[in-house]
């Protein structure tokens, strides 16, 4: 036996990892006693906003924020302000005017200000990032506490696109400055649906 064999033998004989159960992950992460004030308090400081709005109030909200954006694209039922159907154009080029962007979204965390976006009834997935303006609509009932709560939810079965989107666009690339509206949407609200 040469030397060599002789070293990793002992190390493999003293090298035992005793069997352990894996911890248990029921209920793990952060709870809050106020999920939206959470939310809120998380995308704000990446230069969002979040609102509570009821679903006949929806329009007249969001046409206060957004007084002057003429192409708006909506893909949420409770509202009616859309005048572009993003889905009828075969090029996502053909989006590039859109002022404002009226999506759904799946589920918020509270956690991390963070958004789920997965509509395969979107034709362009673009949509979330080429308009000037963003509002994501979610309902109030579909706000978890953390990340481990919203992978719960997610099927990674169902193949498609999805994403977590926080706020309007954004870089801290440059001396560590926040600059908004750097790659895509200049602005962002969710507004969620009592």
């Known amino acids: ?107 918020a965390v509270a956690e991390n200000g963070a958004v789920w976006l997965k509509n395969p009834n979107n034709r362009h997935r673009s949509l979330y990032f080429i308009a000037q303006h963003i509002v994501i609509v979610v309902k109030k009932s579909d706000m978890l506490n953390n990340l481990h709560e919203a992978y719960d939810r997610i099927s990674f079965d169902d193949s498609g696109y999805g994403v977590f989107v926080s706020g309007p666009s954004k870089t801290a690339d440059i001396e560590q400055t926040l600059v908004i509206g750097a790659h895509g949407p200049k602005s962002g609200y969710v507004i969620f649906i009592d």
């Open 1 to 107: 036996m040469t030397s060599k064999e002789l070293i990793l033998g002992k190390i493999r004989a003293n090298n035992v990892v005793p069997k352990a159960d894996l911890p248990d992950y029921e209920g793990f992460g952060i709870k809050y006693d106020d999920k939206f004030t959470q939310f809120k308090k998380i995308i704000k400081t990446v230069g969002g906003d979040a609102l509570v709005s009821t679903a006949a109030e929806l329009d007249e909200l969001i046409r206060s924020l957004y007084k002057d954006e003429k192409v708006i694209v909506s893909n949420v039922e409770e509202s009616k302000l859309g005048n572009f159907i993003a889905n009828d154009k075969e090029d996502a080029h053909d989006l590039r005017d859109v002022d404002l962007a009226i999506v759904k979204g799946e589920f």
